[in-house]
């Protein structure tokens, strides 16, 4: 080992001289001068001592200050400087793939060094790292994985957690473990780096550790709301008769006021929410309205004008679109490619920037266009903190934002575009006011403004508890309430409890709180466990389309409109699609089949008109449809052809089953009485039917139980979507084959094809036998 300690230093000698070469080369000298002019080069040695004399510190500091880029450096360099070089160890981890690729890469340029030299980088399935790589960056998701077979982290010197402040699920998690393991590693340091000023949160989290803030500057912004914005543009937005897709009752009324009033523009209906006494109460109560405002149905033409503007009248600079993902941005790009203006090549520079893209189509971004050439990005909420476009002087921001739909690298649940947070706002804004003063153009109404949320909840506090319970257990953190309880800000323990027997009810967590197989798959798919069962259930039984179709709107919301004044004819409408079937989930399918079908002919908008559907959530549907079929076969479940997962998706019967096997334990039995139904719960005893369900209209169901997914308590209990089914359906689906062991199980499921009297289904209950047995013991 003296001879170990001999290389070594020599080694880290070495790595000094060469540090020293390149700083001392005209290009290093240049690339000294440009990072000098940072904000926190003036800190630096406030930071450096700092971190030496605690072993917890939190940084915090305006986005573009060089956090990110120069505060890991420092430690490196001032290792090197050391001659400790050669037995340093830094790891800065990123939430995101993109920003770990794109800051090692400039972090190695700042060195004057190829990537996987000193600085290199490591996300899931990539990576660039050598030997003597001793700045690491990488995303959360890795280092906690890296911690599943390293506990101590051996050899670490440094963790340094970027980007604290989103709140992240992986970067909450991420801090209990960490906090677990500093007290077995002393020597550790570990750095905290957030955006804004909620430093003391973090601080206090980690017994009062101290904090450090990088002061920083920007410019005035210039702000303007949608109201500003129609004005700028004199945009015309789609006339009423053109728009099919306000189920809500208010909206609807007030489409019908407008129209009265003989106006011909949205904007009116704008106005009038404005007038909406209590706009927040307004928002929540009717979860579509607010969408009213997104860019899909105001239209990209919005945009498109407001970019025009840009270009037409404005001085010059980089002009940065806000979208809500990859889907939004690539139509948005096709669009405004069309368009005479910003489709020219050369006047207009667009360039789209999302997490999947690849490390040569990022650099464009951060570089200057030529002269006379105005650069247009077309971003995710990505760019509102992790990477930083220094020639931004405009910003056009759509208020929402969504985590990518489907993201299976990161294995995060799927989100659907929702309103952003007026913390996220004022950072959007900020970008515009780096270089010179700027200006903001938000899409949507200042009173829309005024209802976001001052911050978005932390993640943890936002993913459904029973898919947080299923990743900890994959993560193999131990109890779930023991270590939730150890969290910044934790769930009720109640809830945690709740979302507990649910997982052990469903088969997911045996008896000892472990997860089964099925937990284990569960796990792997982005989505709540229920919605999960059913795909798989769908995948083995080889009746997938509809399931497919039934996953996705429930997902999604429901494509059944119901106009306040056209109750009745929406009903009736609805359970024309029924078919005396007693389900809504098969309505659904039928509905969804019978657009597809008229979308190939025409465009589908007069089927939607006749039967009060919405298509824009009908076009949701069948997107996410796509994305649950990539999901499958992504995770190996879907293996075979598209044809053979829907060997028996004609049966109905069959996908009755399957819904219930992934809505159990939602059931409710069912009595007919004389003149009425009387259907019961365990936990609620008497409940009702929500009226536009199809079984709501029924005299009479002529199956015992009826499963639902979600119900609502309104004086009395609600259920909404239900479907009906039968003694043996419920015996064999609802409930947890774990528990009943498996032959016992799959010879019920033996009775229960013969039950259906289909003799094709016997005939491929061996190799359903077959299937089930690999799912059990993959
Ligand atoms: P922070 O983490 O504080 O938001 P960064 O360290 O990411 O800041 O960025 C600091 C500065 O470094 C930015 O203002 C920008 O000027 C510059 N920078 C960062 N990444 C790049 C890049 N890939 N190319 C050129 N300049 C960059
Ligand atoms: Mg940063």
Redesign the pocket.
Known sequence: SVVMEKILRRRSLQLRNQQQTWQDSPEGQNMLE??RS???FKEREALLAAISQNQVVVVS???????????PQYILESEIDAARGATCSIICTQPRRI?AM??S??VA?ERGEKLGESVGYKVRLEGMKGRETRLLFCTTGILLRRLLVDRNLKGVTHVIV??IHERGMNEDFLLIVLKDLLPRRPELRLIL?S?TLNAELFSSYFGGAPMIH?P?FTYPVHTHFLENVLEITGHRLTPYNQIDDYGQEKMWKMQKQAMRRRKSQIASVVEDALEAADFREYCSRTRESLSCWNPDSIGFNLIESILCHICRKERPGAVLVFMTGWDDINSLKDQLQANPLLGDPTKVLLLPCHGSMASSE??LI??KPENGIRKIVLATNMAE????I?DVVFVVDCGKAKETSYDALNNTPCLLPTWISKASTRQRRGRAG?VQPGECYHLYPRCVYDAFADYQLPELLRTPLQSLCLQIKSLRLGSISEFLSRALQSPEPLSVQNAIEYLKVIGALDDKEELTVLGRHLSMLPVEPKLGKMLIYGAIFNCLDPILTVVAGLTVRDPFLTPFDKKDLAESAKSQFSCRDYSDHLALVRAFDGWKDSEREHSGYEYCWKNFLSAQTLKAIDSLRKQFLFLLKDTGLVTDSFSTCNKWSQDENLTRAVICAGLYPGVCSVVNKEKSISLKTMEDGQVMLSSNSVNGKESKILYPWLVFNEKVKVNSVFLRDTTAVSDSVLLLFGGNICRGGLDGHLKMLGGYLEFFMNPDLQSTYLNLKRELEELIYF
């Open positions: 440009f990072r940072l904000p926190a500091g305006e986005t573009g200050c060089g956090k990110t880029t120069q505060l920003s794109a800051v890469e400039r340029a970027d980007e780096m955006a990088i920083g990022q650099r951060f570089d903190t992790s990477i930083t220094n780096r």
